[in-house]
């Protein structure tokens, strides 16, 4: 099958607003026209993507439609596993389903004419097959047409370029940090979603970096662990102070730990499960040793991670052991997948965010939280939520702080004399690398270049800017 959307013919000089220097990025890129159109035509068509969680469709036949801008895909549980296929009836080109449904004993039915379809994709019934000329029904015609899917994480990834590279070769070396933390085994607690104001690109930095956390979550910054350079150090009389100067023994250090774990849980309502919280309540009155905040910190987690795997095994859930992963492999709070997937790892439990772009300057935003549980206990299969407006009162405390910044920058994006955003080099450097990431496929960059660049800019938040290779 060829690729939806050729661009053999593009080059560098084809793209506005261009990143030419890494620690500035052009501002009408948030909101252009013409840049979210190329976006549509030579970005989307070529990357994988997360269309769905496989705990949506845990029985033969169930499927969901997968929606970004104006592409729609079915993903389907068959017997031979999960297959995918575009949204559209072979004969006059009618969408098949929306939202979510079990395809049953007739398969999918289109509701204009009736063509029937099997879950495999094969067409199995034309009404009045002889008005039309056999040679125009044969298999290839009258199927439904495949897109590519393949799974990791415990979801199913989409690409509609037969070309590109396979999924596991796409993402790199995040995989196995991930994979050491069970991510195929994360169920899902609950979903929710909110259509922001905003363009989605906006929506997704706000995440890959943690320097917002001083004034945008002063809850969390108030308990940061001390030592951690400008992310906890005094900032001065315009914003709040670190811990550094209140934890006086290491037992202030252990109960300001823990507070901040209780507030972290409470604000991602996930990411940091009940149970981890409750486990490291017990540690309040721990020995650690004086003077040292790396050593304190040593102590504690490693005492911690012992006690949540400990705790966890018991309890039936699918534990790795988290101080030989915390070992062999280091891993990002915030681990970032091009072009819009998120996983937020902590302990046994995740977060995770898909953002899809609706128009130049709105997007739909989802939420997940993650855990482990009992391989024996029954789970709800999950259904997308209704989204939510973007300020709704009822969204846990955390992404609410995001997202009221948010449609504030996007306005403010428009004002005279705002012509590029600065970066930190340093702590901001993940913003440069997608977006000059995507600045490769908007430009036709090579493919294989651009399999290696997606290495480098598959990573966590606070990352510096890097070479990308082009």
């Known amino acids: 099958m060829p690729s939806h959307n050729s661009s053999k013919d593009a080059s560098p000089e084809d793209v506005p607003f261009l990143v030419t220097d890494p620690e500035l990025i052009p501002s009408r890129r948030y909101y252009d026209e013409k840049f979210f159109e190329l976006e549509r035509e030579r970005l989307w068509p070529k990357v994988w993507q997360m269309a769905c969680r496989l705990e949506e469709i845990p029985q033969p036949g ?29 004969h006059r080109g009618v969408q098949l389903v929306t939202g979510r449904g079990n395809s049953g004993s007739q398969g999918f039915i289109c509701p204009f004419h009736g063509w029937r379809f099997a879950p495999d994709g094969k067409n199995t019934f034309v009404y009045a097959r002889e008005i039309f000329s056999e040679d125009k ?27 590109a590279a ?17 991510v195929d085994r994360l169920k899902v607690d609950w979903w929710e979603s909110a259509v922001l104001p905003v363009n989605w690109k ?50 202030d250090y252990a109960c300001n730990t ?58 039936g859930l699918p534990m790795f052991d988290l101080n030989q992963v915390a070992m062999e492999q280091k891993f990002n709070a915030v681990e970032y997948m091009f072009p819009h997937f998120f996983l937020l790892p902590m302990f046994s439990a995740m977060s995770s965010y898909r953002i899809r772009p609706l128009t130049p300057e709105t997007c739909l935003f989802e939420i997940w939280a993650l855990k482990l549980c009992p391989e024996s206990e029954e789970r709800p299969v999950p259904v997308a939520p209704t989204p939510r407006a973007h300020d709704d009162p009822g969204f846990p405390e955390i992404p609410r702080q995001d997202y009221s910044n948010l449609p504030l920058q996007q306005l403010g994006l428009h004002a005279g004399g705002f012509d590029h955003m600065i970066l930190s080099k340093q702590y901001e450097g993940l913003i440069s690398n997608y977006q000059r990431l995507i600045d490769g496929y908007l430009g036709g960059t090579a493919p294989d270049k651009l399999a290696r660049a997606a290495h480098v800019v598959n990573s966590g938040y606070d990352a510096p800017i890097a070479d990308i290779g082009f």
């Open 62 to 90: 169930d499927w969901v439609e997968y929606r970004n801008l104006d592409k729609s895909v079915i993903v389907t549980r068959t017997r031979e596993g999960v297959k995918a296929f575009n949204n559209a009836c072979r």
């Open 166 to 182: 396979p999924l596991l070769e796409s993402l790199g070396p995040v995989v196995q940090r991930l994979n050491s933390r069970n």
């Open 202 to 251: 906006l929506a997704m930095e706000a995440f890959m970096e943690g320097y917002h956390v001083m004034r945008t979550h002063p809850q969390l910054h108030l308990l940061a662990a001390p030592g951690l350079g400008w992310q906890s150090d005094n900032v001065g009389p315009s914003g709040p102070k670190g811990t550094k100067a209140r934890i006086q023994s290491a037992q």
């Open 258 to 315: 823990i507070r901040y774990l209780a507030r972290l849980h409470a604000g991602m309502a996930g990411m940091v499960d009940a149970f981890e919280v409750n486990v490291a309540e017990t540690l309040h009155d721990m020995e650690l040793p004086e003077g040292d905040f790396g050593a304190m910190a040593q102590a504690f987690y490693g005492r911690l991670n012992q006690e949540i795997t400990d705790m966890g095994r018991r309890r």
């Open 137 to 163: 029904l044969t298999p290839d015609q009258v199927d439904l047409v495949p897109v590519r899917v393949e799974e990791w994480a415990g979801c199913a990834f989409i690409n509609f370029d037969e070309n």
